[in-house]
């Protein structure tokens, strides 16, 4: 089973209807900050488990528009396996073909309030119900016990920007770790050490010459002094034996990485990442079949900037991570690093830049390509996911364009040889002149101008040039290519 696509209708700052189809199991989200790249991710959690805590409609609907919110989420791909082995079978009816010959079921949750006549009865529908299409009524509904039946179907598992990752490591038994520990104690607790252990335990605080024996002194102070105090009572220390989830409540995580040290005293960027690395063993658990651990159910992962407090060369090693687990589950990234776009494959993988227009409305672009080197390079990669032109990237394509149309040299006395002629012959204007301190005088296209800037800044007499003249020359030199 896999994410098709998603649908978000007037939810945060989406106004009106957006689509986002997904083809591969590793999804990119980049962009400035505030152009809806988080409320992606936050669509499908408010799908799968509606509205937030502590949150309202008014909250998360959007402010401009008066239609309803919705959040549409279609998934395809050998469905009914999965309801037979997780859910329940009698959903199977729901499962539908479009055609294509590949099985899919289609999720919505909406905050429209409304009643359907479903199977003679007349039902309600609000934000707090999710529903299921039925493609031979061709509606969507709310059948008995569905909402528990898509909880049940796969997993979803969202890293949040502003995870705490205390709250992972933490060996409390609700906690990520303290569930994981929970998850193998249950076996544990029926073996013979575990209780030759609460044997020794009583013999430790009971009886005779034990603990409690020795503090049965105190145990009598106080309640004689309370007795005093109020009157004819008893009492006694209990010391019978305590939840054994008790027992690692208190534990937590060495890391040995030259200096073993607990992982609160790393840094934060570490931290993070082992959070992450606990969420991926989570999830493991939580999707295999308790009696059949050659079921999977599927997985679906959620990670919003997980570059944050990572150097550089941590991130390239996350990213490898991330593209081990997509090629068994789908993994959708919001990040503003050029790192984890590194090795962005068209063919495998979904790419969407977001960005705002003069209205301050949402614009997603998904035609964003990496093609023009035979592999993505820095420049090419910060320019077009990120809109920032580099010096390096006109180098790159400057470069290129030399090797491409055989023209090694900028002015040659054979034209043929010269890039500059290249530039001229495709419309491209010497605009910009200046002279060396030699004498030597120059004009030149603004491409050939400011690749010679970049290569020799010692030479005050060439014209400076500006972020958007710099951009003005990229994408020239973009478009002869």
Same mark, same amino acid.
């Given at each position: 089973m896999r994410i098709d696509q998603i649908e978000i209708e007037n939810y945060k700052g989406f106004e009106g209807k957006h689509l986002f189809k997904f083809k591969g199991n590793l999804v990119f989200l980049v962009g400035e900050n505030n152009t809806g790249k988080t409320?992606?991710?936050e669509a499908f959690d408010f799908l799968k488990s509606g509205l937030p805590e502590k949150r309202t409609l008014?909250?998360?609907?959007?402010?401009n528009s008066l239609d309803h919110l919705k959040v549409v989420v279609k998934l395809k791909n050998e469905i009914k396996n999965v309801i037979v082995d997780f859910s329940e079978k009698k959903y199977e009816s729901y499962v539908f073909d479009e055609g294509d010959g590949i099985e899919t079921i289609i999720l919505q949750r909406s905050s429209e309030s409304k009643t359907i006549i479903q199977n003679g009865k007349n039902v309600s529908l609000d934000i707090k119900k999710i529903t299921i299409w039925n493609d031979t009524t061709k509606q969507f509904e709310n059948p008995a016990g569905i909402d528990t039946a898509i909880r049940t179907l796969f997993e979803t598992q969202f890293i949040w920007s502003d995870t705490n990752s205390d709250n992972v490591v933490d060996f409390g038994p609700t906690r990520i770790c303290g569930k994981l520990l929970g998850s193998v104690f249950s076996d544990f607790q029926s073996t013979q050490k575990?209780?030759?252990?609460?044997?020794?335990?009583?013999?430790?605080?009971?009886?005779?010459d034990s603990f409690g024996s020795k503090a049965k002194d105190i145990e009598i102070k106080i309640k004689d002094v309370f007795k005093k105090q109020y009157g004819d009572i008893d009492l006694e220390f209990d010391f019978s034996f305590p939840n054994p989830t008790s027992f690692f409540k208190s534990a937590g995580i060495l890391v040995?990485? !030259? /200096?073993?040290?607990?992982?609160?005293?790393?840094?934060?960027?570490?931290?993070?990442?082992?959070?992450?690395?606990i969420l991926q063993v989570y999830a493991q658990i939580i999707t295999t079949h308790p009696l059949d651990p050659l079921k999977i159910k599927p997985l679906f992962f959620f990670i919003d900037e997980p570059e944050i407090s990572l150097h550089p060369k941590a991130q390239a090693q996350l990213l490898d991570a991330l593209m081990e687990i997509s090629k068994s589950q789908q993994v959708f990234i919001t990040t503003h690093s050029p790192f984890l776009l590194k090795q962005y494959n068209s063919s495998s993988h979904d790419l969407f830049v977001f960005n705002k227009d003069h209205k301050q409305k949402i614009m997603v672009s998904t035609s964003v390509s990496f093609n023009l080197f035979s592999k993505p390079s820095w420049g090419e990669i910060v320019y077009k996911?990120? !809109? /920032?032109p580099t010096e390096d990237f006109h180098n790159e394509l400057y470069g290129k364009l030399q090797e491409k149309e055989g023209r090694p040299f900028i002015e040659s006395t054979d034209k043929t040889k010269s890039i500059e002629e290249f530039f001229v012959n495709n419309g491209y204007?010497?605009?910009?002149?200046?002279?060396?301190?030699?004498?030597?005088?120059?004009k030149q296209t603004l491409m050939s101008s400011?690749?010679?800037?970049?290569?020799?800044?010692?030479?005050?007499?060439?014209?400076?040039?500006?972020?958007?003249?710099l951009k003005e020359s990229i994408d020239n030199m973009i478009g002869l290519l």
């Open positions: 409320s992606v991710i008014e909250e998360i609907k959007n402010k575990w209780k030759t252990f609460q044997d020794l335990h009583r013999d430790t605080f009971t009886g005779s040995d990485d !030259g /200096i073993k040290t607990k992982l609160e005293d790393k840094g934060s960027g570490m931290q993070r990442s082992m959070a992450i690395a996911a990120f !809109g /920032i204007n010497r605009i910009k002149s200046w002279t060396l301190s030699n004498g030597k005088s120059y400011i690749r010679n800037k970049i290569h020799h800044p010692e030479e005050l007499n060439i014209p400076s040039y500006n972020m958007k003249e």
